[in-house]
């Protein structure tokens, strides 16, 4: 019996060591994969103001998970996040970063409105699970190719999942809407957090 006990304990503890061996393992490809696509944006935001040799593109690796190319990259200063943008919020493009949302306008259009996706929580990867902390007043940063652009949070809501009129454009603003899933551990509604650009 005591000899059971003891193999069965030493199972438990090995299947825990392999379990964070692989939760960490999974942890540090995610932030290759970003660091990857973060330099290629810097790449190309390089090239495209004259600064730089030929663009890097992801390739191989990055190519293989089905990425469809790189927005810009989004900053949120309170709570340190910086984070590629993907050009569609598909579930590939989750599951590595965030994605812009399709249909909506670009970041220059004055007037216009884009919104970008993130998981709240994820095995590899919290990359909105603070956005819920956003106050008004405080600021958002997206780098795109055309430039940089500032935002002020001005609101969040909690919405239902087909209630998108929300992100639609709003007169006499620029906007910016941050979504994810709400509550915590939850995909029955959606936390948008919306901010108007500093012109």
């Given at each position: 019996?005591?000899?059971?006990?003891?193999?069965l304990?030493?199972?438990?503890?090995?299947?825990g060591?392999?379990?964070?061996f692989w939760?960490?393992?999974?942890?540090?490809e995610?932030?290759?994969?970003?660091d990857?696509?973060m330099?290629?944006?810097?790449?190309i935001?390089?090239e495209a103001h004259?600064?730089?040799?030929?663009a890097v593109?992801?390739?191989?690796e990055?190519?293989?998970?089905?990425l469809?190319?790189?927005?810009?990259?989004l900053?949120?200063?309170?709570i340190?996040?910086r984070?590629?943008?993907?050009?569609?919020?598909t579930?590939?493009?989750?599951?590595v970063?965030l994605?812009s949302?399709a249909?909506l306008?670009v970041?220059?259009?004055d007037?216009?409105s884009i919104?970008?996706?993130?998981?709240?929580?994820?095995?590899?990867?919290?990359?909105?699970?603070?956005i819920d902390?956003l106050e008004?007043?405080?600021?958002?940063?997206?780098?795109?190719s055309?430039g940089?652009?500032?935002y002020?949070?001005?609101?969040?809501i909690?919405?239902?999942p087909?209630?998108v009129?929300v992100?639609k454009?709003r007169?006499?603003?620029?906007?910016?809407s941050l979504v994810?899933c709400?509550p915590?551990?939850s995909n029955?509604?959606?936390?948008?957090?919306q901010a108007k650009?500093?012109?």
């Open positions: 019996m005591k000899k059971s006990v003891r193999l304990g030493s199972g438990l503890i090995l299947a060591l392999l379990i964070l939760l960490g393992a999974g942890h540090l995610t932030r290759k994969a970003q990857r696509l330099d290629s944006f810097e790449s935001q390089a004259g600064q730089g040799e030929e593109l992801p390739d191989g990055d190519a293989e998970m089905g469809d190319g790189l927005s810009g990259l900053e949120i200063p309170k340190d996040l984070r590629p943008v993907l050009n569609g919020a579930p590939e493009n989750l599951d970063s994605g949302v249909g306008d970041p220059a259009d007037g216009g919104a970008i996706a993130g998981h709240q929580t994820h095995v590899f990867g919290e990359y909105f699970s603070r902390e008004a007043g405080d600021r958002i940063i997206y780098e795109t055309s940089t652009y500032t002020e949070v001005f609101r969040s909690v919405v239902e087909h209630e009129s992100l454009r007169d006499g603003i620029t906007l910016l994810t709400w915590k551990h029955a509604q959606r936390l948008i957090v650009r500093l012109d």
